[in-house]
Each structure stands twice: as C-alpha cells, then as structure tokens.
C-alpha cells in the first residue's frame, strides 16, 4: 500500500475493517446524562456591565497575557514595546 509508512494512531479503522459497520453510538448517539450534567447552564453568572466594572487586566478590549508558555503562536511574535 502506499501509506504504508503512516503509522496508525487513533480512531483510525484497521483497513480490514473499513467498509464494514462498527460499534453501536455510546449512549444512542445522543448527550449522556454525565454529559449534560456537565454543560448544563443555569442562572447566577455576572451581567456584562458588572463583569466590564470589574475589569482589572489588560486595556479595555484585550485579553490578558497568558501566565508562562506559549499561548495561540505568542511566542513567535515579537512584543509591542511598553508605551
């Protein structure tokens, strides 16, 4: 074959396999009860004029520079001088 150099990692089909139908869906296919326990949203968060009024990092509109490590390729760019 001529990817034989590709390891196989992940999900991928044995190529055996392939063509032939799997296992069923985990849970039909659909959220499991854990799963929407977890994302589930509820009432209680903060208003945006709230959150804006306690702002205290960066300038208005930008986000804080990531703690240590490289954030999104930050490394690779070069820094704003300090005005």
């Known amino acids: 074959m001529p990817n034989d150099h590709i390891p196989i990692v992940g999900t991928r089909k ?3 396999d392939v ?4 296992d069923p869906a985990v849970a039909g296919g659909q959220q499991s009860a854990e799963q ?5 949203q509820g009432s209680g968060g903060q208003t ?4 804006n009024a306690a702002w205290d990092g960066s300038p208005k ?3 804080p520079t990531p703690a240590g490590g ?10 704003s ?3």
Do not use: C
């Open 19 to 22: 063509g032939k139908p799997g």
């Open 70 to 79: 490289s954030s999104d390729g930050q490394s690779d760019r070069p820094r």
């Open 36 to 40: 929407a326990a977890i994302t589930q």
């Open 48 to 51: 945006d004029a709230a959150r």
């Open 61 to 63: 509109g930008r986000n």
């Open 14 to 16: 044995p190529d055996s």
């Open 81 to 83: 001088p300090k005005e």
